[in-house]
């Protein structure tokens, strides 16, 4: 009897796949375990902390701030701020090696930023200091949306001024401000000026007064900020003003042109400090204090 046409369908033959033994997919495996071991031994000396410790030492001799890279030196507007920023978040901020050598690189990118003028490496500045006389005991009286009302009207006074005339805002404090101009004359003139427009000011019968202190120096701006010894004259200046008075260094009227307060209308007199007054802390011997006056 012979058998069905179609036996031979019935019968299943499993199909395996050639693995091929060439030397080529050899020599690629050989790559790939070598690429591995590389990644890993790279991963290992990023993370060592004798390689992270030499690159610090090694970024104390290159030009710019060593410590570029820390909360303080990276905060504010800059390209190289920017990137730093950046470069931190992708690291996640841990210590390692090549957040070191890109920190290197960005510390000398803002030095080069600072020789030619747009790091504001030491140039020389006048800090002004602004606040308001017993705004903290008023505030309490009236709460948080008269607060409010009078800072938002005070700021729209005094901050044209400084702009219009060249300064930069560089940060807000409650109820005062720290500004910077290149300017000494332009710092006064702005100084007055937002004096003035705040005398317009008035909320639920209370006309806030303000006292202002000028000092001129060669401060350190890092991160947006302005830090040093020059920034904490400028603010004991203000802490002179007493009252609700203007307060400039000696540093800082020497470097008025001579024609400027006769064209405000002020002049500037020796400040005596009341027999019971404390001290102020942080002051040079060699800086003086003036109070400007109306002569008008």
Not at 89 to 117: D, M
Not at 127 to 140: A, C, H, M, Q
Not at 258 to 274: C, F, I, M, Q, S
Request: proline share 6%; charged share 25%; aromatic share 4%.
């Amino acid at each position: 009897m012979n058998p069905r046409p179609d036996a031979a369908a019935d019968v299943s033959i499993p199909l395996e796949p050639i693995v091929s033994e060439s030397p080529e997919s050899d020599t690629g495996a050989r790559a790939g375990r070598k690429r591995a071991q590389l990644s890993s031994k790279l991963q290992a000396a990023n993370r060592r902390a004798d390689v992270i410790g030499a690159l610090r030492k090694a970024r104390q001799q290159l030009p710019g701030d060593p410590a570029f890279g820390d909360p303080l030196s990276v905060t504010g507007p800059g390209g190289a701020r920017a990137v730093a920023r950046a470069a931190d978040k992708i690291a996640g901020g841990a210590p390692t090696a090549a957040r070191e050598i890109g920190f290197g690189a960005l510390q000398v990118w803002q030095a080069g930023l600072e020789r030619i003028g747009r790091g504001r490496g030491t140039e020389e500045v006048t800090i002004v200091f602004t606040d308001l006389v017993g705004f903290s005991s008023w505030s309490l009286s009236v709460g948080d949306e008269g607060t409010l009302d009078l800072l938002r009207k005070v700021a729209k006074a005094i901050e044209p001024p400084i702009v219009e005339r060249g300064g930069q805002v560089v940060k807000r404090m409650g109820d005062g401000l720290m500004a910077v101009f290149s300017s000494p004359d332009r710092a006064v003139r702005a100084a007055l000026a937002a004096r003035r427009n705040l005398a317009g000011v008035e909320i639920n019968g209370y006309t806030p007064r303000m006292r202002v202190g000028l000092h001129t120096g060669t401060p350190r701006e890092i991160g947006g900020d302005w830090l040093g010894v020059d920034v904490n004259i400028a603010a004991r200046m203000m802490e002179a003003g007493g009252n609700g008075n203007t307060m400039i260094s000696s540093t800082t009227l020497a470097a008025l042109r001579p024609e400027t307060l006769d064209e405000l209308g002020v002049v500037a007199k020796p400040y005596k400090r009341n027999f019971w007054a404390a001290p102020l802390n942080g002051v040079p011997e060699d800086v003086r204090i003036f109070k400007l006056h109306t002569s008008r």
